[in-house]
């Protein structure tokens, strides 16, 4: 049985006075086909995806997102894996 991964990255809020905690857990031992599970900040925007729509997400948001211009500094980091 393989433990869950996390993988988290704080976004900062336009006011700059606080951030958005962003995290996705990877647990390929669900016994349903949603492996994936996102969740952006404290409220209701969370969903558990099967691999086939995290990588549908990925290619989407990437392509979204990159026409918005350069990526910001905060995202210029590597996201260490943890399994809590």
């Known amino acids: ?37 996102l969740a952006v900040g404290g409220g209701r925007r969370r969903m558990h995806l099967t691999p086939d729509e995290a990588w549908a997400l990925w290619r989407c948001l990437s392509e979204a997102v990159a026409s918005l211009g350069d990526p910001p500094d905060h995202i210029r980091t590597r996201v260490t894996p943890d399994r809590r």
Do not use: E, I
């Open 1 to 37: 049985m393989t433990a869950p991964t996390f993988y988290r990255l704080r976004a900062p809020h336009p006011d700059g006075a606080s951030s958005t905690a962003v995290s996705v857990r990877v647990d390929p031992d669900r016994p349903d086909p949603y492996p994936v599970y």
